[in-house]
């Protein structure tokens, strides 16, 4: 069966530090994958969406970044944190087409 | 506003049956999803409903469409305070344009 995993669960960066989150995907090939940021009592803003290796799609423009080195790894990165990227990062993983997306436990980001 | 709307609170007496409300604006959607998020966690795919279909039953959980309103519901018979959790409609025409609710907040009480 098909797993995603994202770590750290927690973070807590000062301002300015860079970030680098990482999820991964097993049980499947070739999946898109998707970075979302739920801000406290909202819904979720999708962020990054990638269909293939090296295939990146940036749905907002923001102080992040996402790469996607190997088949089943999406990073999400940042050079210099903001007070305003704190939230809680969700990792998701689909088949392609109309399948549901498949969400990690998320990473709750809080920047100091 | 969000194109995607639900009330964002629910408070319901264990044992009784949740209904909660989801109203969507593109009628060319295809799938519509409910999912629970439970504190700290991510999102856990509950059940998801084909445009063409009306109705669809899994155990305590019964999704209702009317694609005519533009509106989804979910029920849950027999509430039990596990279920207390935020619930996310989710539309989905494409699969990289997935939209979602606020959420809506169920409080199940003993």
């Known amino acids: 069966s098909q797993t995603i995993h994202q770590w750290p669960a927690t973070l807590v960066q000062p301002v300015g530090s860079p970030l680098s989150l990482e999820c991964t995907v097993e049980?499947?090939?070739?999946?898109?994958l998707y970075w979302y940021r739920q801000a406290a009592g909202r819904g979720l803003q999708l962020l990054f969406y990638?269909?293939?290796?090296?295939?990146i799609s940036s749905e907002v423009p923001q102080n992040l970044s996402a790469s996607r080195p190997q088949d089943r790894q999406f990073i999400l990165s940042s050079k210099k944190l903001l007070l305003s990227d704190s939230g809680f990062y969700l990792c998701?993983?689909?088949?392609?087409?109309?399948?549901?997306?498949?969400f990690g436990d998320g990473t709750r980001l809080s920047i100091l | 506003g969000e194109d995607v709307e639900q009330s964002l609170f629910l408070s319901v007496r264990e044992g009784d049956s949740s209904v909660i409300n989801c109203t969507y604006t593109?009628?060319?959607?295809?799938?519509l999803y409910w999912y629970k998020q439970e504190p700290g966690a991510g999102l856990q795919l509950l059940t998801y409903?084909?445009?063409?279909?009306d109705m669809k039953q899994d155990q305590r959980l019964t999704v209702l469409l009317n694609k005519k309103d533009k509106h989804l519901s979910l029920r849950i018979a027999d509430t039990q305070t596990g279920d207390s959790a935020i619930y996310f409609c989710a539309e989905n025409e494409n699969n990289n344009d997935m939209r979602f609710g606020a959420g809506t907040r169920l409080t199940v009480k003993p």
């Open positions: 409903i084909f445009s063409n279909m």
């Open positions: 593109d009628s060319s959607s295809t799938y």
């Open positions: 998701a993983w689909s088949t392609g087409g109309l399948q549901p997306q498949h």
């Open positions: 049980g499947t090939s070739n999946p898109n």
């Open positions: 990638s269909v293939g290796i090296g295939q």
